[in-house]
């Protein structure tokens, strides 16, 4: 029997188990907790993940083909559609629009545009002009009105918006989730999609602070990665196995037996492995 035999055998044996037979749940969770305990792991782990997390990010600063060019046609064709296609969850979008910031910001743009619209039709200009005076005094009556009357309708219309900003945003979300408006939100969402698709790489990559509150969050991630609902999750893992083998979730690769074989053989031949190599078997 060679060593790719015994790999193959090994192979079909493993496939026949069920999941659970090999790693049962009470075992995942002792070895999940031995992990997360392990604080020498993570001391020596650290400098290797910034070492990787450097190089990434490198990488993407360097990067000036576009995003797309790394895609196939067709993983490019589902992302647009799944783009497209995405529906904003009403909760979500309600409690986002709703906050302070954004009503605030809403506020400002009405505001900056209602200024901007008297400004642009000088209704002011327009009324002093017919005045009966000289050129010299009507610039100063100009100055003057429109100093009067913009300080009193600044604090007017401030005033309206702090009510109507509120309204404004519901307006806003009706508009959003509106099934008359969808069709033109989801272009909408999938022309973001494709021009951010047609970027190069390098202009996607946040700055600096962004960069290393996300490399931390990362970290913090890996370093604490207990779940509030871990057990619960197990739980449902483990239940959505029952009746499957191994052999139901694994690829089938005789590309991969044959590695694991050589791999195995390697193992074998090295002064490690040489006293458990079977008498019986001959190299591969």
């Not at 907790?33 to 910034?50: C, I, L, M, Q, S």
């Not at 900056?112 to 009556?141: A, M, S, T, W």
């Not at 009193?152 to 009706?174: M, V």
Request: a negative charge; one cysteine or more.
């Amino acid at each position: 029997m060679s060593t790719r035999d015994a790999t193959d055998a090994l192979d079909a044996w493993l496939r026949e188990q069920p999941p659970a037979s090999l790693l049962p749940r009470e075992t995942a969770e002792a070895l999940i907790k031995a992990w997360r305990e392990d604080e020498a792991f993570f001391v020596r782990f650290r400098p290797r993940f910034e070492d990787a997390w450097g190089r990434v990010e490198q990488t993407w600063a360097n990067e000036e083909r576009p995003l797309e060019a790394l895609l196939s046609p067709e993983a490019k064709a589902r992302l647009l559609d799944a783009a497209g296609n995405f529906e904003p969850d009403a909760e979500a979008l309600a409690a986002f629009m709703r906050s302070p910031a954004v009503e605030e910001s809403l506020g400002d743009v009405l505001y900056n545009g209602i200024q901007e619209f008297f400004r642009r039709v000088d209704l002011l200009g327009g009324f002093v002009d017919k005045l009966p005076v000289l050129g010299g005094i009507q610039r100063r009556v100009r100055a003057a009105f429109k100093d009067e009357v913009e300080g009193r309708l600044e604090g007017q219309i401030k005033a309206f918006l702090g009510g109507w900003s509120g309204r404004a945003t519901e307006r806003l979300i009706q508009h959003v989730l509106s099934p008359e408006k969808r069709e033109g939100f989801q272009q909408a969402q999938r022309q973001l999609a494709e021009h951010m698709l047609q970027r190069p790489l390098k202009s996607l990559i946040p700055d600096a602070a962004a960069r290393e509150r996300a490399r931390e969050a990362v970290w913090d991630g890996l370093r604490n990665a207990a779940l509030k609902n871990e057990g619960e999750l197990l739980e449902r893992l483990y239940e959505a196995q029952e009746g499957t083998t191994v052999g139901d979730w694994l690829w089938s690769s005789d590309d991969l037996r044959a590695l694991a074989a050589d791999v195995l053989e390697r193992f074998f031949q090295s002064e490690r492995g040489a006293r458990f190599r079977p008498e019986a078997c001959p190299p591969a």
